[in-house]
């Protein structure tokens, strides 16, 4: 976890370093008038400037703290302990990160349809939330080095024996927060979710025929509920990379 974290590191370093790079200036030749020289220094500080206003670890850095979003109920990534402590493997991910900096970590919960649109706004500095990496989000977020891999798991009800393959998903109803486009690609009619016990409770009483969600949070979800009649139906064929979002430019 420490090398990962020094490749997560050393991404958002680069940024800075390649933002930054371009602010010293070079001399000019002795042939160049005092008028070219002006311009060229005036050039030189516009590019600087911009630079800085674009250099994110910059920013965090003088601020003291770096503003981190996530959902705070997707068990194991982020989620309230019995004492409502705010944990899991992303919220430990974010506070090395920070502690690598040098600076404290803010975190601000929300649903995830908000997460990204924050990201875009400026609200948050990063996203670290099991976000996984897609040639959509490619072309609008820079993506660091993925720290996670998932396989997405089609959860059905334990007597459910209609879905065996991704194939399967054609014609049924699935609900999802996360992974509902995963869905949809497969021909699945897809119900928008708040969190994953509202998804569970929709899947136990019929209402849908099935839910896709990473591999992990269904472990975790049966270690914390036993008694729970699902299971896991398939598997997707490719393997998810999770990394962190962060906007072009910064």
């Not at 974290?5 to 010293?24: D, E, F, I, N, Y």
């Not at 959509?136 to 959860?155: D, G």
């Not at 509902?180 to 897809?190: M, N, P």
């Amino acid at each position: 976890m420490k090398r990962t974290l020094s490749l997560l590191m050393a991404v958002l370093m680069l940024t800075a370093v390649v933002l930054t790079g371009c602010s010293s200036g070079g001399t000019t030749s002795g042939a160049a008038s005092s008028s070219d020289a002006s311009s060229a220094s005036s050039e030189a500080e516009s590019e600087s400037s911009a630079a800085e206003e674009n250099d994110l670890l910059a920013q965090i850095k003088e601020k003291g703290t770096i503003t981190v979003a996530m959902e705070g109920t997707w068990a194991p990534w982020t989620y309230h302990d019995a004492d409502d402590n705010l944990v899991g493997y992303d919220v430990e991910v974010a506070q090395n990160i920070a502690e690598k900096l040098g600076v404290e970590v803010n975190f601000v919960e929300g649903e995830w349809d908000g997460l990204l649109a924050g990201l875009d706004d400026g609200r948050y500095d990063i996203m670290v939330n099991g976000v996984g990496v897609t040639e959509e989000r490619a072309e609008k977020y820079n993506f660091s080095t993925p720290y996670a891999y998932n396989r997405t798991a089609v959860i059905v009800r334990g007597d459910y024996d209609e879905i065996n393959s991704m194939e399967d998903l054609e014609g049924k109803t699935t609900a999802n927060t996360i992974s509902s486009t995963y869905a949809e690609a497969h021909g699945a009619t897809v119900t928008g979710v708040d969190d994953l016990n509202q998804t569970i409770e929709l899947l136990l009483s019929g209402r849908i025929d099935a839910t896709l969600n990473a591999e992990v949070v269904f472990a975790d979800y049966v270690k914390e509920h036993p008694e729970a009649n699902i299971k896991i139906a398939t598997f997707s064929d490719e393997v998810e990379k999770v990394a962190i979002p962060i906007r072009k430019g910064d």
